[in-house]
Structure formats: C-alpha cells, structure tokens
C-alpha cells in the first residue's frame, strides 16, 4: 500500500480483500484474477488510494498472479507462511513472498488453527517473521461461539496481544481480519449490530494499548450490501461470494461510496 492504513498521517483507508482457499485450480485462478483486474481497472477511483483491493490465491499461483497484477491497485496476498527461513519442508518463508510481490499474508486462520494444529505461540513467530521481511500480517482473530459482543471483544484482544507477543509497535503493521469462527462458511455473515458493537468494543481496548487506528476488517460469509451496515470497520475480507468476480466489483462501489463520505 502506498501507506500504511493504520499510520497517523494516512487518510482513512478501506481494505476489501478476498481469498481462493483451496476452490480453484490454477487455470480457473488465472482466468478469476483476469477478471478480478478488469473490475479494478474499470473503477479509476480506486487509483486515489482510499480503497485498497488485494487478492489472495493459492501458493503456485502467485507468480503468474504478480504478473498479471502488476500496475494494478490490486494488492497480492499469501494464505499462509512459514516462520523463518531454514530446514523446515514444505513451507514457505517469508522473505520469499516479499520477492515475489506479496505484501500481505494471512496468519492465524481459524482452519489452520483448527486442522493444521496451529496454536498462539507459532502464530506469534509467523507474525513477527512476515513483519520482518516487510510484509503485512492479515491477523485472523475470532471467537469459536456465539456469546456477548463484550466477551468477544475480549477474546479477539487477546489474540491480537498473544500474536504480537505483546510489542504493540509489530501491532502497528497488522490488518486484523475479524472472522468470528460460527460465520465462516455459514449461509449468513454474522449480524451487522453485532460485529460492530464486538469492534467498538475492540478499539476501545485497543487504544488503550496505543492502536486505536489499527486496521479491523470483516471476514465470515461477508458479501455485498454488508459493508455500509457496519460500523467502526475498515473494510470486508471475502470468501466463495467473491469467487463471482462482479460481487468483488459490487463490494468495491459500496467502498468507493463510503470513502466518499469520509473526512480526509
């Protein structure tokens, strides 16, 4: 990004972004990213900076992708990384995503929690190790079940603080992609009020530990028509809905309309 979305001296920033995960193979990636630009070049708007759009496929897309992206508002994204460079098969280092374009990397993921055993501590040096190598940690945070927005807050604050190991000056680099863990994959997005009043609640914790501009956008079955609903949000981190490219172009106008409105 041309500056940071949570630095004191940039204008407000909305991030809309979307992941593949594991649906498309990689001729349908290409041909979905094709797309994807085209409904980025054909809003020029997007070029002022104060929406910013990134994509995020699979690994071996990824060089093709930085290709066909390139020159484009459309910010490049990686799904996973590794945390640090060395022995370790099968993953992939950070500073590698760094060569190949990407400048943000998902971490943290309620699945790779889930499936993949990946537990606060390792999620922590994955934080750290993409902050390194100059990328943007897309922090997945998010509470298991359904409860009080307080409660919630709580717990998401909490995994912000465990995956920064409590440096507040890493947490300056994050995006915090809050994904409450009932909503991914359900039928519906989590309700409006209540992802709102769950991030209000954040912020306020969160400017008490000196981020109270740290970027917090919304993932879990997110699709158009969500955004101009919420409130105290920093944007829409999408899923399956966005796999139909003029949905990720309808989430855009709605940005496109709200940036509109904000000072700056």
Not at 39 to 52: S, T, W
Not at 75 to 94: I, K
Request: charged letters at 20%.
């Amino acid at each position: 990004m041309q500056q940071q979305p949570n630095s004191p001296s940039s204008v407000p920033v909305t991030l809309v972004g979307v992941s593949t995960k594991m649906y498309l193979g990689y001729r349908d990636s290409l041909d979905w990213l094709a797309q994807l630009r085209h409904e980025v070049d054909a809003r020029p708007a997007l070029a002022a900076g104060r929406v910013v759009p990134f994509v995020i496929p699979s690994f071996p897309v990824l060089p093709a992708a930085a290709e066909l992206l390139a020159g484009s508002p459309l910010l490049l994204g990686a799904q996973n990384c590794g945390w640090a460079d060395g022995p370790w098969t099968g993953e992939v280092a950070p500073s590698m995503l760094a060569e190949l374009g990407v400048r943000f990397v998902e971490i943290g993921h309620a699945e790779r929690r889930r499936h993949f055993g990946e537990d606060d501590a390792m999620v922590a040096l994955k934080t750290r190790a993409a902050g390194d190598a100059g990328l943007t940690p897309l922090l997945c945070v998010g509470e298991t079940g359904r409860g009080l927005a307080a409660a919630a807050a709580d717990h998401v604050y909490g995994q912000i603080e465990s995956a920064v190991d409590g440096d507040w000056n890493l947490a300056r680099r994050l995006v915090v992609a809050y994904e409450p863990v009932w909503a991914i994959g359900a039928a519906e997005p989590a309700g409006a009020d209540y992802v709102s009043d769950v991030v209000r609640r954040l912020r306020d914790r969160l400017a008490v530990a000196g981020v109270p501009e740290l970027p917090v956008i919304y993932g879990g079955s997110a699709k158009p028509g969500l955004l101009p609903a919420l409130d105290a949000v920093s944007g829409l981190f999408l899923g399956r809905f966005a796999h139909d490219p003029a949905n990720f172009g309808r989430v855009l106008d709605e940005a496109l309309l709200l940036a509109d409105r904000l000072p700056g």
